[in-house]
């Protein structure tokens, strides 16, 4: 199993920034990709964007280029979402999730949250002045 474990949440106001860290403990070395995905309240989970694990390909949600970049330390199993030019609706709980596809396999479907077998408890982010 993999366990993945979100901080770095809280509350920001509307322009600023947050870093968001996500690390893994257990069988890490099975896995393939973290994504990111937030859930806002009465809304559907959706996803943010993700990053392979062995070799740091990312990508994101269409509407998130720009503002939100992901990154990885192996050393620390640790995934990394960046957040700039936060907007009151980017408020949501923020989770982590860890994809578990056999390496070798082609990096599709990673939006869906059924390609992703272990997830964390998420964090509060909350934009707001």
């Known amino acids: 199993q993999v366990q993945p474990v979100e901080s770095g949440g809280g509350l920001v106001q509307p322009g600023g920034s947050l870093r968001l860290s996500c690390t893994a403990s257990g069988r890490t070395f099975s896995t393939y990709a973290m994504g990111w995905f937030r859930q806002a309240p009465g809304k559907e989970r959706e996803f943010v964007g993700a990053i392979t694990w062995s070799g740091g390909s990312t990508a994101y949600a269409d509407p998130l280029k720009g503002r939100f970049a992901i990154s990885r330390d192996v050393a620390k199993n640790t995934v990394y979402l960046r957040m700039n030019s936060l907007k009151p609706e980017d408020t949501a709980v923020y989770y982590c999730?860890?994809?578990?596809?056999?390496?070798?396999?082609?990096?599709?479907?990673?939006?869906?949250?059924?390609?992703?077998?272990?997830w964390g408890q998420g964090t509060q982010v909350t934009v707001s002045s």
């Open positions: 999730a860890a994809d578990q596809r056999p390496y070798g396999s082609i990096w599709s479907n990673v939006g869906d949250v059924r390609s992703y077998t272990y």
